[in-house]
């Protein structure tokens, strides 16, 4: 069946911290994991992605880990800055996911100057 | 090297109208997702298409809606017969190859149905 990101809804951190945003997946046969980032008025952008032969990932500013056996995975900001606030969503995939990628309502994240 | 653009931006319709949506993918991608985002909402998949096919309609209304994405030329979302529920943000995302694969949106359309 599908495999939904679940998210908490809203998250605030003050600039300069380090922010975490969490997702948990339901299906264990999801293999790909992407995150995306939308802000306000603007349609959803890739962030990073993980496979699920990784348990971590690194790009600019950005972290993501991933621990299949809670099925769970988390997406870290370092320094995060104002430029930072938007919705973020993680989009499971795997072989029944089909062809869509479902999204739940993802966290939202205000950064406080 | 433009992403995936959509046009109009922003479109207004009445009450029994039709509204007709474009998607351009990125170059090189030759499939194509549409979603749908009510306010306060994550994205709902509607329909996944590849040139001149509808793979994938299980997320599409039966009725007044349709897709499609000719051998030349942008993939059309059309709404026939608009109402009020039907005003929302649609997101086309294009992807190089099909399931699984990384998807890239574009800015979407927002609709108003008046």
């Known amino acids: 069946g599908e495999s939904v990101g679940l998210h908490l809804p809203t998250l605030s951190v003050q600039e300069g911290d380090n922010s975490i945003i969490n997702c948990a997946y339901s299906n264990s046969a999801s293999d790909y994991f992407i995150w995306y980032k939308q802000e306000s008025g603007k349609g959803p952008q890739f962030i990073i992605d993980?496979?699920?032969?990784?348990d971590k990932r690194q790009g600019q500013r950005v972290t993501v880990l991933l621990n299949k056996t809670v099925k769970h995975l988390s997406l870290q900001i370092a320094a995060t800055q104002p430029g930072d606030s938007a919705v973020y969503f993680c989009a499971p995939v795997g072989q029944n996911t089909g062809n869509q990628f479902y999204f739940g309502t993802g966290t939202s994240l205000t950064v406080i100057p | 090297n433009a992403g995936v653009m959509q046009n109009p931006r922003h479109l207004v319709r009445r009450r029994g109208q039709e509204a007709r949506l474009r998607c351009s993918p990125m170059?090189?991608?030759?499939?194509v997702y549409w979603y749908r985002q009510l306010p306060e909402e994550g994205l709902k998949f509607m329909v996944y298409l590849q040139k001149e096919n509808i793979i994938d309609e299980s997320g599409m209304p039966k009725e007044r809606f349709s897709a499609e994405f000719p051998k030349e030329g942008p993939s059309i979302l059309r709404i026939q017969q608009v109402v009020r529920g039907d005003s929302a943000a649609y997101f086309c995302?294009?992807?190089?190859?099909?399931?699984?694969?990384?998807?890239?949106f574009g800015p979407g359309t927002r609709l108003t149905v008046l």
């Open positions: 993980i496979r699920s032969n990784m």
């Open positions: 170059k090189g991608h030759s499939h």
């Open positions: 995302a294009s992807s190089p190859t099909g399931r699984g694969d990384t998807q890239y």
